[in-house]
């Protein structure tokens, strides 16, 4: 059976994907922090599915969490998810410095590290993934936040291209996915007040994880998931970025009482 890795794999969109995986049949290696979280998890996935889950207690903002999440890449891994991640709650210089650089760890370092640490396998065997979990908000002006959801973009559209000319490399794909606002407990967790945003604009996470496995088999490099999302994508490349970043800067950024 195939395996796939998947970082924050107890919430959101990275438990999507393992349900979804599992259900594909692929033995799993699941990476979060929170150890009782992550080990129900595993178990009913194990129970449910008929499939291996492989429990990988982590920190990805920590160099041990980083080199334990390298060390099973390299072990071989057939589809590698690097979803974790977080927002901060407030705007730049609301929010100290520390938990900047922690969400730079995470949504960059993080994903450079496991993407070079399994590549190397993926492309000996001919074979293999890696779809990036980036945003809309890599478009759009959102601070520390959409700066390194940029990145991810970027990052994965370089590794892409780097990889094409090597051998195997036109069997292996990588692929930034960018959804827009979805129904998970992100926004509760970094005190974001969303209740402005309208019904349309949200989206369902098992979609998204079918739009990005249907996307990555096309070979896609920047999947946007959803007609929705793909117009504003469109319309934000047409308008001057001054007037895009006023806009996108405000839109869902509205946060809750401090606890």
């Known amino acids: 059976m195939p395996t796939a890795l998947i970082t924050g794999a107890t919430a959101g969109i990275g438990a999507a994907f393992a349900r979804r995986l599992a259900s594909d049949g692929f033995d799993l290696v699941l990476l979060a922090r929170d150890g009782d979280r992550l080990d129900r998890t595993a178990r009913d996935l194990r129970d449910e599915y008929a499939v291996r889950t492989e429990p990988l207690i982590a ?16 072990q071989g891994v057939d589809l590698l998810v690097n979803n974790a991640g977080f927002g901060n709650k407030g705007t730049f210089l609301d929010v100290p410095v520390t938990d900047e650089i922690t969400m730079l760890k995470v949504h960059c370092e993080a994903v450079l590290r496991l993407t070079h640490a399994a590549l190397p396998g993926m492309l000996e065997r001919g074979r293999g993934g890696v779809v990036n979990v980036s945003s809309v908000s890599a478009f759009a002006t959102r601070g520390t936040y959409g700066a390194s959801k940029a990145w991810v973009v970027s990052f994965s559209q370089g590794v892409a291209q780097d990889i094409a000319g090597r051998p195997g490399g036109d069997r292996v794909k990588v692929m930034a996915l960018c959804p827009g606002f ?18 349309f604009m949200w989206l369902d996470r098992d979609k998204v994880v079918d739009a990005a496995l249907r996307d990555l088999r096309r070979g896609v490099q920047v999947s946007v998931p959803s007609p929705q999302y793909k117009a504003i994508v469109g319309v934000s490349r047409l308008i001057p970025r001054e007037l895009v970043g006023r806009l996108s800067n405000k839109t869902g950024r509205k946060y809750g009482p401090q606890r």
């Open 182 to 199: 979805v129904h998970t407990e992100f926004h509760d967790r970094a005190g974001m007040d969303t209740s402005s945003i309208p019904g």
């Open 59 to 74: 920190d990805l903002s920590a160099e041990d969490g980083l080199a334990a999440g390298e060390d099973r890449c390299r």
